[in-house]
């Protein structure tokens, strides 16, 4: 089972930008899709974006043009850089893993809290 540790979470003013990393535990060139996704209290969680295998990328509308999903695979990490963050991003942000007929894999999530 692959595991998922994610970092990069914290309190930032609106506008400003952070970067969450995903540290996975094996070959990310082994999982057909990686992930962010965030979770506010009382709500379900939402998608934000996706990297896929042959790095087609998917965002989520409330943060297309703001937010960049990527991978480097020589580190087996995946990154989240946020811009222009707003209050409506604050949550907490979980990486997941998904693979193909193999199920899904989630991280222990970072919070993400956007105040001044």
């Known amino acids: 089972q692959v595991q998922l540790v994610e970092s990069g979470g914290g309190l930032v003013q609106p506008g400003g930008s952070l970067r969450l990393s995903c540290a996975v535990s094996?070959?990310?060139?082994?999982?057909?899709?990686m992930g962010w996704y965030r979770q506010v209290p009382g709500k379900q969680r939402e998608l934000v974006a996706t990297?896929?295998?042959?790095?087609?990328?998917r965002y989520a509308g409330s943060v297309k043009g703001r937010f960049t999903i990527s991978r480097d695979k020589s580190k087996n990490t995946v990154y989240l850089q946020m811009n222009s963050l707003k209050p409506d991003d604050t949550a907490v942000y979980y990486c997941n893993a998904h693979v193909n007929y193999g199920g899904d894999a989630w991280g222990q999530g970072t919070q993400v809290t956007v105040s001044s």
């Open positions: 990297i896929t295998s042959d790095d087609t990328t």
């Open positions: 094996r070959s990310i060139s082994s999982i057909d899709r």
